[in-house]
């Protein structure tokens, strides 16, 4: 009989064809007539987003784009980004792209009003106030941002990643439209499902959870692992594309109210040092550290393989646990995801660094079973030596 709260304040829009409606479904929330349109060299190449500013310009909005933002992006670039919002008198954010642009987004939606950098907000040395209303509108299947109250920026002195979390950072509205992510390639398409599978199986498991975070998860989790194989297969998939913009939506709602763990901690670290796309540095550490996880609770984690389908019912709570393992490691060869050690740039003199950055990260301490750094350098090693 746990207490807990739940709170999401984004209205969410799901469905086929949203995109091309995006000024008639703004229009009732009255954000101003000044937009800064945020969105990432690689998605604006992709002629998603030239569509979307017309249809913001033809309704009357200025819109000015910011698109100079890196895949793992940086304090400075919110800062520059931060800069162009005053520069252009922008009274509201729409992010179109991934989990970089939505992130830089919000960074933007806090820096522009307030000035300051990232490092500030999240070190608690300003307040989160006075955010630009943001809305978001996803081209990828996987990060949830633009259902959650954090964005994920590396410091670029240091390299480290740093987290700013506030329930004013969710989107005033999240727009999905299946549609933007036909055109997702498979390696992508690969990447970010597993990280919102990731999403799901860590909001669920996490110190934090909470009984509404585990219903959506388990929705997520079974509708990702039925739907990414073939939306990796056939991209133009319009039904396994909704159903994986659903999961990666339910899993956004699931760990958004909960936290992530340790598989992101190692994940987070990996990308600050080689700038690893972010759901390959999950996909590479998720099967040791739910090997690592199941021990402290045996019987929640052959659920996970039970939502996930990769277990019966009948199976006993050990067995479902062996195919729990199998089943995320067959998923991930089937979807051609690099293993740790095919990752360029990825070497052992290192991994005193990543496990110091993992230890670090605020989220490991939500992880369901007590980590320390040499449980981290164990997986490490496991996962870098593994032939599976
Ligand atoms: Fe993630």
Redesign the pocket.
């Known amino acids: 009989m746990e207490a807990y709260s739940y709170f999401c304040n984004t209205r969410i829009e799901m469905g086929i064809g949203n995109a091309k409606k995006i000024a008639q479904i703004l229009e009732p929330f009255n954000v101003g007539s000044s937009i800064l349109l945020v969105s990432d060299p690689g998605v604006v190449g992709t002629g998603l987003v030239s569509p979307i500013q017309k249809a913001l310009e033809d309704a009357g909005y200025n819109v000015t784009l910011f698109d100079a933002l890196s895949q793992n992006p940086r304090d400075t670039e919110c800062i520059a980004g931060a800069a162009l919002f005053n520069e252009c008198e922008a009274q509201a954010i729409v992010a179109v792209g991934g ?1 970089s642009a939505m992130d830089v987004g919000k960074a933007i939606a806090l820096i522009g009003p307030n000035g300051g950098s990232p490092t500030e907000y999240a070190g608690g040395i300003r307040p989160y106030t006075n955010i630009a209303p943001i809305i978001c509108v996803p081209t990828t299947a ?3 941002s633009e259902v959650t109250r954090s964005s ?1 920026i590396t410091e670029q002195a240091t390299h480290r990643k740093i987290t700013l979390k506030d329930a004013l950072l969710r989107p005033l509205l999240a727009i999905l439209d299946p549609e933007l992510t036909q055109t997702v390639p498979p390696a992508v398409t690969a990447a970010t499902g597993v ?2 599978l ?2 799901a199986i860590e909001g669920y498991t996490c110190k934090v959870s909470n009984p509404i975070s585990r219903a959506l998860g388990a929705s997520a989790m079974e509708k990702i692992v039925s739907a990414l194989p073939e939306a990796y297969r056939d991209g133009r998939n319009i039904e396994a594309r909704f159903k994986m913009q659903e999961g990666s939506l339910l899993a956004g709602l699931c ?1 958004g109210s909960a936290d ?1 763990a340790a598989v ?1 901690c190692l ?2 670290a990996l990308g600050s040092l080689y700038d690893t796309p ?2 390959v540095a ?1 996909s590479v550490f998720l099967p040791y550290v739910l090997k690592f996880n199941a021990q402290e609770d045996i019987q929640m984690h052959a659920r996970l393989a039970k939502y996930m389908n990769f277990a019966q019912d009948s199976d006993t709570e050990s067995l479902a646990i062996d195919k729990l393992i199998i089943g995320i490691q067959e998923l991930t060869e089937n979807l051609a995801i690099p293993k740790l050690n095919e990752l360029p740039g990825v070497k052992t003199e290192d991994f005193d660094k990543i496990v110091e950055l993992s230890v670090l990260n605020g989220s490991t301490k939500s992880n369901v079973r007590a980590i320390n750094a040499s449980n981290y350098r164990k997986i490490l090693e496991t996962a870098y030596h593994s032939e599976n």
């Open positions: 989990g996987g990060t949830g994920v990280d919102a990731v999403h760990f992530v992101h994940a987070e972010h759901g999950n």
